[in-house]
């Protein structure tokens, strides 16, 4: 999980939308309760990347990652961006191939 969890800030921070979009299942979901909308499957998650961080110039630190099993973790990140500055929680649920099947994210 924690290299997964790089690879996934090191491709969002490059605003590489190809290489963020390799790391989610055909089938993903970011369900996002700051904004109050859910972004499924790729289209929705290149959606989602390109108005929220590649729109707003978002760059991620890693702050801490909670693993409960083999596929589930909860990190904390530091966001930062023309919107200002937030932690936010990533609740993210990954398939036995390795690929992110859903992210619940939201605010700290």
Excluded: W
């Excluded at 969002?12 to 499924?40: K, M, Q, R, W, Y």
């Amino acid at each position: 999980m924690q290299k997964l969890v790089e690879s996934f800030i090191a491709t969002a921070n490059a605003f590489d939308v190809e290489g963020t979009l390799s790391l989610f299942a055909p089938d993903a979901v970011i369900d996002d309760d700051s904004i109050g909308d859910a972004f499924v499957g790729r289209d929705g998650v290149r959606i989602y990347f390109e108005r929220f961080f590649v729109g707003y110039n978002t760059a991620s630190r890693l702050l801490s990652i909670e693993t409960l099993d083999a596929f589930n973790a909860n990190v904390r990140l530091d966001f930062t961006g023309d919107f200002g500055h937030e932690i936010g929680i990533l609740k993210i649920a990954t398939s036995s191939d390795g690929l992110i099947e859903r992210i619940d994210a939201g605010l700290a």
